[in-house]
């Protein structure tokens, strides 16, 4: 009924950029915040950055200055500008969107099913 598909991984040597898309499409009525998270191996998942629906924005001490996110709310997509990588920033990373859809009127998370980010040192 909803889906997140996101895109834009990939493997990038240290100091290099990406940009991650996220696009969330169905029965979608609204949405309240949508973020990134990432996750390592052997490691919980944890937030890397969030927007919320009037542009707000939280980032995670260790992305700070280096990472900026973004949303297009006509196209229910969210962006991570990802700049001065690091090998640590190695992960999968998702997409969360809290959104309420046509059909059921409580806001509830939807996730990305994931996209790899590599980071050579």
């Known amino acids: 009924q909803v889906q997140l598909v996101e895109s834009g991984g990939g493997l990038v040597q240290a100091g290099g950029s990406l940009r991650l898309s996220c696009a969330a499409s169905?029965?979608?009525?609204?949405?309240?915040?949508m973020g990134w998270y990432r996750q390592a191996p052997g490691k919980q998942r944890e937030l890397v950055a969030a927007?919320?629906?009037?542009?707000?924005?939280n980032y995670a001490d260790a992305v700070k200055g280096r990472f900026t996110i973004a949303r297009d709310n006509d196209k229910n997509t969210v962006y991570l500008q990802m700049n001065s990588l690091k090998p640590e920033d190695t992960a999968t990373y998702y997409c969360?969107?809290?959104?309420?859809?046509?059909?059921?009127?409580?806001?509830?998370?939807?996730w990305g099913q994931g996209t790899q980010v590599t980071v050579s040192s």
């Open positions: 969360n969107a809290e959104l309420r859809t046509t059909s059921w009127g409580f806001f509830l998370p939807y």
């Open positions: 169905g029965r979608i009525s609204s949405i309240n915040t």
């Open positions: 927007i919320e629906s009037g542009s707000g924005t």
